[in-house]
Structures are given as structure tokens and as C-alpha cells.
């Protein structure tokens, strides 16, 4: 039986794999290409729920602010005005799952 858990990713996983997609380990990356970028790993999953064709830029900025804290890896530096890139342990982190990121099946309903 699958293990749901090992699945998929934690929303600010996904956004921290996003800056890296888009070359966060080399430079800073604006909040709408990472907005962008986790709606194409992770389709409707940040969308408005009565507009899915939407993306929720706040809710990307919460996990853009979520992967920053220690409690969450500390995955990322920086700010929505100077842009997100990533942490030694964000580059190590995305790394670890970029081999089994097409592998995993990350879309779901977005958040009510």
C-alpha cells in the first residue's frame, strides 16, 4: 500500500522546489515566476477555489515565507520586494527530491 505522506510534498516543499526550477541557487527569484512555476509542478493546488484558472499569489507568498523559518527547513532567504532564493540546506533539500519530482503526483484541490 502507498504511503500518502511519501506521495507527495508539503506546500512550502513545493515552493522551495520551484525557486530552485527557476535557478534560485545562483540568484533571486520574483514571487510571480515562483507563482507560476509551483502552479506547473503542482496544477489547481494553488489556485482560487471558484476560479481555478487563477493563481493564488498569497497563498504562494505564505509558503514563500513558511520555507524561510527554521521550523519549516529554512529552506529560503529573501523577501516578496527583493526576491526568494535558496539556503545551503533549500539547495540540498531540492537536490534530495528533484530525481523523484516527476514521479510524484502533486496536484490537488486548492485550499477553501
Excluded at 527557476?22 to 533571486?28: K, P, S
Excluded at 514571487?31 to 482560487?48: G, H, Q, Y
Excluded at 499569489?57 to 521550523?71: F, G, H, Y
Excluded at 526568494?84 to 503526483?105: C, D, E
Amino acid at each position: 500500500m502507498k504511503n500518502p505522506a511519501k506521495d507527495s510534498l508539503a506546500n512550502h516543499e513545493i515552493v522551495t522546489l520551484a525557486v530552485y526550477l527557476l535557478g534560485g541557487d545562483t540568484h533571486r527569484i520574483d514571487a510571480e515566476d515562483i507563482a507560476v512555476k509551483t502552479n506547473e509542478l503542482a496544477p489547481r493546488r494553488f489556485t482560487w477555489r471558484k476560479y481555478p484558472n487563477q493563481i493564488n499569489l498569497e497563498a504562494v507568498r505564505k509558503r514563500l515565507w513558511d520555507a524561510r523559518t527554521p521550523k519549516k527547513g529554512g529552506y529560503l532567504i529573501g523577501s516578496d520586494n527583493a526576491g526568494w532564493s535558496l539556503t545551503p540546506k533549500g539547495i540540498m533539500f531540492a537536490r534530495s527530491k528533484q530525481a523523484v519530482l516527476n514521479k510524484l503526483n502533486l496536484a490537488r484541490k486548492p485550499l477553501t
